[in-house]
């Protein structure tokens, strides 16, 4: 980890930072996130017994397209051309909970992570909207990033 942030020059003022002399390596993100819900709302979820339709596609779909679009949304985010985004979403059954996680992948000369952040977001915010007429308590939480690899600051993985 630098001890500068890297998006202020010397005067504190926001920049994008220049990639350009960085080599094009493989990199890749992973981070992850939940909704807790109600038992009733999270079978719903299951079942696909939404009035939107099926929960985890449209969060997934949405999830990707959120990714593709992070440069826009984030400032200073460099565009990407992902290689790959998966999307995946899985029930937490002890915790009425759906986890999402998103694997973001490039060749380039810039890191993946909010990317993957993004897409976790956006899934999430999805399930929240098209459950949010049975459960409007539910709770989007942990949304971190759980690894990444490639780049000059090297891998991390985050400890459980």
Known sequence: MTDSL???DQKGQARMVDVGDKP???REAVAE???RMQPET???ALEGDSKKGSVRAAAEFAGIMAAKRTSELIPL????????MKVDI???EKNHA????ARAKTSGQTGVEMEALTAVSV?????????KASDRGMVIEGITLLEKSGGASGDYRRER
Request: glycine share 2%; charged share 15%.
């Open 77 to 84: 985010c460099h565009p990407i051309a992902l290689t790959s």
């Open 98 to 101: 759906l986890l999402v996680t």
């Open 90 to 92: 899985a029930p937490d």
């Open 24 to 26: 094009v390596t493989a």
């Open 6 to 8: 890297t998006h202020l």
């Open 33 to 35: 996130g939940r909704v």
């Open 42 to 44: 999270f079978r719903k």
């Open 123 to 131: 899934a999430c915010l999805t399930i929240y909207d098209m459950l």
